[in-house]
């Protein structure tokens, strides 16, 4: 058996067609199977959704530390404290 998934977003429609009904639902889906206007959509597996969900922790830890760095100048800058080096390298 073939399976496809199709974001419903990418479904062609016509502006202003709003009617849902389960019945017309499934014959546009099957017109427009048979035409090849559909758009596949890939699904991850567990490797790539594993390192995508390191990525989004890299990045959230990135963000974290750039809140802090902010903060900490702030913090310095209010009781007049001067670094006089680089910033943060």
Not at 18 to 24: C, E, P, Q, S
Not at 72 to 80: G, Q, T
Request: with cysteine.
């Amino acid at each position: 058996m073939d399976c496809i998934v199709v974001a419903p977003s990418l479904v062609p429609g016509k502006p202003g067609d709003r009617v849902k009904t389960d019945r017309r639902d499934a014959a546009r889906l099957a017109h427009f199977l048979r035409s090849g206007d559909l758009t596949e959509v890939y699904v991850p597996d567990e490797a790539v959704e594993a390192i995508r969900d390191l990525e989004r922790a890299r990045d959230d830890a990135k963000c974290a530390e750039r809140v802090a760095r902010h903060q900490l100048s702030k913090f310095l800058l209010r009781h007049d404290r001067h670094w006089d080096g680089t910033t943060w390298t």
